[in-house]
């Protein structure tokens, strides 16, 4: 069994940056497709990112250019370098991996793991 774990949350200024971070436990996701999905309140999980086990990543239009997906199979780690922050983007950002490591999905439903999500709040 997979298990992930998020950190990196908090509360930044508009304008400011944070770095997300999941770490896998349990077995190996090197072969997995790991994404980020962000929910706000009153609002439905929405896609952020995804990045392939061979690095090529997909991201939504709204954090393009802002914000990077990242992984290290060797630490089991995927990253989300988010900058230049808005209120927008304030919500719980859930990590997801999922097992056909070769494409990069943009629908919960292609994920088969789940982490149990950290807060990111920006002010303005």
């Known amino acids: 069994q997979v298990q992930l774990v998020e950190s990196g949350g908090g509360l930044v200024q508009a304008g400011g940056s944070l770095r997300l971070s999941c770490a896998a436990s349990g077995r190996t996701v090197s072969a997995y497709a790991m994404g980020w999905f962000r929910q706000a309140p009153g609002k439905e999980r929405e896609f952020v990112a995804t990045?392939?086990?061979?690095?090529?990543?997909t991201y939504t239009d709204s954090v393009q250019g802002r914000l990077t997906i990242s992984r290290d199979n060797a630490k089991r780690t995927s990253d989300l370098q988010m900058n230049s922050l808005n209120p927008e983007d304030t919500a719980v950002y859930y990590c997801?991996?999922?097992?056909?490591?070769?494409?990069?999905?943009?629908?919960?439903?292609?994920?088969?793991?789940w982490g149990q999500g950290t807060q990111v709040t920006v002010s303005s």
């Open positions: 997801a991996a999922g097992r056909n490591g070769l494409i990069r999905p943009t629908t919960a439903a292609a994920y088969d793991v």
């Open positions: 990045i392939t086990w061979g690095g090529s990543s």
